[in-house]
């Protein structure tokens, strides 16, 4: 049998690492989800140009999004604390550009509500300006796709400003599909008008075709500041306000302990669902929590049919909890007040 030349290896090793870089960098139309981290708020907030020196600590927890690789797929195949995710079901469609800019906007809304809910109950005065209907996503089927953009703001449908998501949804419903409106936004700061005709939502009523949130701005006399770093999502807001209230009443509601927890916060302050919890429950363990605050809802037939794993977050997080992080308490809450009335008595 011959040897091989010096120049026939070198060419094999060549083409060796070529495949090898496919294999390891070659992205794939999915994503991996893992557990992310759980970060003390005091870092991320001050109140009155204060920080919070107290004793433990109320935790913001995350998950840690990446686009699969064929050998990261391998690898999350056989990671019982990671999952894989279709590319629509996280990006819904969009540029991984467009996606950041969405996220990083839910995290806005997140902190502005989160402001306006603790300095509500700490009886502090605020004052919360409606700015409009945030687009999260321009459907295919819109007649309005070609003008209004992802992170526009409507101001206005038919010159009526309504000062919540709700109002201009009734308003649209009640007229007839094919009906031309003229909607007014916001791109890049410059105001602009469209006039379309109205399409059949998949509720049957009609409407514009986004996908929308509340676009909110909250002032207030005592100044508060949230820097959330490179976490985006609406998921923090529950941890928020938590944060925010304990430092506007001076109240020693953690009692020393390393509190986590996820949900967003509505302007009712309901504690809503999120994703991925079971990662958060991984995430709050490793890093020392104690008691971990979980959105809420009571089970039905028809939400479990929809619900990640088909359990609702709270019966995801205590059977993630049981089986992984068995001294944590799960505790569930459905609005920000019963996370307060907890902490007030425990």
């Known amino acids: 049998m011959k040897k091989l030349a010096k120049w026939q290896k070198i060419t094999i090793g060549i083409i060796s690492l070529i495949v090898l870089a496919v294999v390891m960098l070659f992205p794939l139309n999915s994503y991996i989800e893992t557990p992310g981290t759980a970060d003390d708020l005091k870092s991320y907030v001050s109140v009155d140009n204060k ?8 935790m913001i927890t995350s998950v840690y999004i990446q ?3 064929p050998a990261t797929y391998l690898w999350a195949l056989a990671n019982p604390h990671a999952s894989i995710e279709k590319e629509d079901d996280i990006t819904g469609g969009v540029s991984d550009a467009t996606y950041e800019k969405v996220q990083n906007f839910y995290m806005k809304s997140a902190i502005n509500e989160s402001i306006a809910t603790a300095y509500q ?9 409606y700015l409009g209907i945030y687009v999260l996503q321009v459907t295919s089927n819109s007649k309005f796709k070609h003008d209004i953009k992802v992170g526009d703001t409507v101001t206005e449908v038919n010159g009526r400003h309504f000062n919540t998501a709700e109002g201009y949804q009734k308003y649209i419903g009640q007229q007839k599909v094919g009906t031309k409106v003229a909607v007014t936004y916001l791109h890049n700061g410059k105001e602009k008008t469209s006039t379309q005709p ?4 998949t509720t049957k009523r009609s409407g514009i075709g986004i996908i929308l949130t509340d676009n ?4 207030t006399k005592i100044p508060v500041d949230v820097e959330p770093g ?10 928020f306000s938590l944060q925010i209230y304990e430092q506007l009443t001076g109240q020693n509601l953690r009692h020393g302990q390393k509190i986590a927890g996820t949900g967003t916060i509505n302007p009712d302050g309901s504690v809503g669902e999120i994703g991925g919890i079971d990662k958060k429950i991984i995430a709050a363990k490793k890093s020392g929590a104690k008691i971990f605050f979980a959105p809420y809802l009571k089970p039905t037939k028809t939400l479990l049919k929809y619900e990640e794993q088909h359990k609702t977050n709270y ?3 205590k059977a993630t909890a049981k089986k992984y992080a068995p001294d ?12 307060v009335k907890y902490l007030e008595n425990h």
Do not use: C, H, N, W
């Open 51 to 58: 920080r919070d020196k107290k004793s433990g600590s109320f």
């Open 67 to 69: 686009r699969a690789r």
């Open 121 to 129: 109950a700490a009886g502090k005065e605020y004052t919360k300006k």
């Open 198 to 201: 109205l399409i059949k939502l």
């Open 216 to 219: 909110v701005k909250v002032t």
């Open 230 to 239: 490179e976490l985006g999502g609406p998921s923090g807001g529950l941890m």
């Open 315 to 317: 019966q995801l997080a």
């Open 328 to 339: 944590m308490k799960v505790v569930p809450v459905k609005t920000f007040a019963d996370a």
